[in-house]
């Protein structure tokens, strides 16, 4: 998918993924030379990637935005929302319930 954003933004823009310490390391390598990028250090959080283009900003936002997918979720992540189960039949056979008691989710044969 990442791929298809790339292609998209062929011949507008350039996105440059890094890791967030090489980046941090670059800048306050570059901090005499460029003193403003300092500021873009303590913002920096989470998976980062660069967008560079001498195009108009707000139509490659809205390109990026529209291609934009959810993840599936991680192990120990918070949900965003509430999230209600019903208690029902799962589907499963009974040998198939260890993968639920696995999770610690108790369940009834």
Known sequence: HFQRIRAELRGEAIILMG???VVRKVLRANEKEFPQH???VPKM???LGFVFT???VSAI????LNNKVGAPA???ALSPCDVDLAAG???LDPG???FLQALNIPTMI
């Not at 936002?61 to 990026?64: D, G, K, N, S």
């Open 74 to 76: 991680r192990v120990g």
């Open 61 to 64: 936002r809205t390109l990026i």
């Open 19 to 21: 890791k967030n310490t």
């Open 38 to 40: 300092a500021q873009m």
């Open 54 to 56: 001498n195009g108009d």
């Open 45 to 47: 959080y989470g998976n």
């Open 96 to 98: 198939q319930t260890a």
């Open 89 to 91: 039949p799962t589907g």
